[in-house]
């Protein structure tokens, strides 16, 4: 549960933020971007998932997909509100979001189609663990509109994880179900180190501002730290190998 006061960086104890006419500049530019950026995931992991909603091996499967589409484009949709709330420019940058397509998205993640149902899964074991973190990270913000959004999208987004934990599940240890222990490992040689990429560089100033406005609660460095020892213990429950931190890593 959140609370009205800011509980961290240089404006603790006031009254959080309720509007964007009450932020400095260099906040208000901060979030915009980070909200337009959250927003494009958000959009984007709708556009990579609708082919395998048509081409799902299972109604189960065809059923939670659909279910994670519908909650990603109401992540999206939460962000624009939030968004429009900072007026004219704002809504610009809602309208270029909606224009977007897959290889025009902000992080690499978000640009790639899958290749296969093993991808699928994989992709939302990992990937949208990334975003669970961000999210988590934003959970006590010091915007209070967005603090107060972060809840429903936290539980929301745990079962896409779990999805895609159980489907890895499935494909190695399942006979009756595609994919094998290989097809399992090669997804996650590919999306593994692409979800560590997406915390960003080490050295973000942009990160530590975030961190000093007290718009998000860790850096870079502490969730991709914390991101990895987790996913090792994921790999290994599943007797998969665990690529090094920096194994095939573009942003470090
Ligand atoms: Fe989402
Ligand atoms: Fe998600």
Same mark, same amino acid.
């Given at each position: 549960?959140?609370?009205?006061?800011?509980?961290?960086?240089?404006?603790?104890?006031?009254?959080?933020? !309720?509007?964007?006419?009450?932020?400095?500049?260099?906040?208000?530019?901060?979030?915009?971007?980070?909200?337009?950026?959250?927003?494009?995931?958000?959009?984007?992991?709708?556009?990579?998932?609708?082919?395998?909603?048509?081409?799902?091996?299972?109604?189960?499967?065809?059923?939670?997909?659909?279910?994670? /589409?519908?909650?990603? /484009?109401?992540?999206?949709?939460?962000?624009?509100?939030?968004?429009?709330?900072?007026?004219?420019?704002?809504?610009?940058?809602?309208?270029?979001?909606?224009?977007?397509?897959?290889?025009?998205?902000?992080?690499?993640?978000?640009?790639?189609?899958?290749?296969?149902? !093993?991808?699928?899964?994989?992709?939302?074991?990992?990937?949208?663990?990334?975003?669970?973190?961000?999210?988590?990270?934003?959970?006590?913000?010091?915007?209070?509109?967005?603090?107060?959004?972060?809840?429903?999208?936290?539980?929301?987004?745990?079962?896409?994880?779990?999805?895609?934990?159980?489907?890895?599940?499935? /494909?190695?240890?399942?006979?009756?179900?595609?994919?094998?222990?290989?097809?399992?490992?090669?997804?996650?040689?590919?999306?593994?180190?692409?979800?560590?990429?997406?915390?960003?560089?080490?050295?973000?100033?942009?990160?530590?501002?975030?961190?000093?406005?007290?718009?998000?609660?860790?850096?870079?460095?502490?969730?991709?730290?914390?991101?990895?020892?987790?996913?090792?213990?994921?790999?290994?429950?599943?007797?998969?190998?665990?690529?090094?931190?920096?194994?095939?890593?573009?942003?470090?």
């Amino acid at each position: 549960m959140s609370t009205r006061h800011i509980k961290q960086g240089k404006f603790a104890k006031i009254r959080k933020f !309720e509007t964007p006419e009450e932020l400095p500049e260099k906040y208000r530019n901060l979030l915009k971007k980070m909200l337009f950026v959250q927003a494009d995931t958000e959009f984007a992991s709708v556009q990579q998932h609708l082919e395998w909603q048509q081409n799902s091996p299972s109604p189960e499967d065809k059923w939670v997909l659909s279910r994670i /589409v519908a909650d990603e /484009v109401r992540h999206g949709l939460t962000m624009t509100r939030l968004l429009k709330q900072f007026g004219k420019e704002g809504e610009q940058m809602v309208q270029k979001l909606l224009a977007r397509k897959i290889g025009e998205h902000t992080l690499d993640s978000f640009n790639i189609e899958f290749e296969n149902w !093993e991808s699928v899964l994989a992709f939302t074991c990992f990937v949208d663990r990334v975003g669970l973190y961000q999210l988590e990270a934003f959970g006590e913000c010091s915007y209070a509109p967005l603090a107060r959004e972060m809840p429903l999208m936290l539980n929301e987004e745990k079962l896409h994880i779990g999805f895609g934990y159980n489907g890895l599940k499935k /494909v190695i240890s399942d006979d009756g179900y595609l994919g094998d222990m290989d097809s399992a490992q090669k997804a996650v040689n590919f999306w593994l180190p692409r979800a560590l990429d997406m915390f960003g560089h080490s050295k973000s100033e942009n990160a530590d501002l975030a961190v000093e406005l007290g718009i998000k609660k860790w850096n870079n460095i502490e969730m991709r730290d914390r991101y990895y020892q987790e996913a090792t213990q994921l790999c290994e429950s599943l007797d998969l190998q665990t690529p090094d931190i920096d194994e095939g890593r573009r942003i470090l």
